[in-house]
């Protein structure tokens, strides 16, 4: 039995989907599906189920917690967030999945869903949700906590990638172009791809983007290529998926270009014979 007429309808696309023509009945304001012949169609109506409750049922009860608990008014905010949870729980974030553990929630619903569907009764699905699923929730609450957690860090990387563009555009070239090897050690060489050494960067280093800053902005990489502000940075390296490339690229953007480090020894061998 259904409060909400549109939960209702929500399942029967649900049922419809896995091939089932049931449909409700409404009496004393309550709306009612009565499953016939289920020894036939159980597995159907199963999956039914499960489907709804997780692709409606858990945004909808998460979306509430956000609002209401957590105090996201803001829409938006809430979709990234459960972006970030809907991630997790299709295994695309698996470094958050760890901070809780993975949760098997086909089979936590399919348990409960089977005892259901076995209970000869009547049975109201939003108490069915609050007390046979209850542990269910526990568990992506936690889920929750660690998306909200993760929404904040990425609020304040991208509060951090912003005052950097701002320097950046405030702060005249102190090169044309910069050659960097992003291997350790780390170099830095000039447009015409002659070493510089660490007292030249040192000259040039804007001491206040550490002292500001010293949490976040990384004094190998980040804090000269800030402080040189070139115009054009060449960046070599075999491994383009670190985390210190992502933030170069959304620091530098169009300024920021990507080579091997074999590209880089044939620049080398090459300016070395001129």
Do not use: C
Request: proline share 2%; hydrophobic share 45%; no cysteine.
């Amino acid at each position: 039995m259904f409060k909400s007429i549109q939960d209702a309808i929500r399942f029967k696309a649900f049922l419809s989907a896995n091939g089932l023509q049931d449909s409700f009945m409404e009496r004393q304001s309550q709306f009612i599906y009565s499953f016939n012949f289920i020894f036939v169609k159980k597995e159907k109506y199963i999956q039914s189920l499960i489907q709804f409750i997780q692709d409606v049922k858990r945004d909808e009860w998460v979306n509430n917690v956000l609002r209401d608990t957590y105090k996201y008014n803001i829409e938006d905010e809430r979709i990234e967030i459960l972006n970030i949870m809907n991630q997790m729980f299709m295994g695309e974030r698996i470094e958050l999945v760890s901070l809780v553990g993975k949760l098997d929630e086909e089979d936590v619903i399919r348990e409960a869903v089977t005892d259901l569907l076995d209970y000869n009764g009547a049975v109201l699905f939003e108490s069915f949700l609050r007390f046979r699923l209850k542990k269910y929730f526990e568990r992506v609450l936690a889920y929750l906590n660690v998306a909200i957690d993760e929404y904040k860090m990425e609020q304040e990387y991208q509060m951090f990638v912003n005052m950097l563009r701002d320097y950046l555009k405030n702060r005249g070239p102190r090169l044309d172009i910069v050659h960097v090897l992003l291997e350790k050690p780390i170099l830095f060489f000039n447009e015409i791809l002659k070493e510089m050494g660490k007292e030249e960067i040192k000259e040039i280093m804007d001491r206040r983007l550490l002292s500001n800053h010293p949490v976040y902005v990384d004094s190998s990489v980040i804090a000269p290529l800030l402080s040189m502000a070139p115009k054009k940075i060449f960046l070599y390296t075999d491994e383009e998926d670190q985390p210190l490339i992502r933030t170069l690229k959304n620091i530098f953007e169009e300024r920021l270009s990507i080579l091997s480090i074999t590209h880089l020894n044939s620049l080398l061998n090459i300016y070395s014979d001129t």
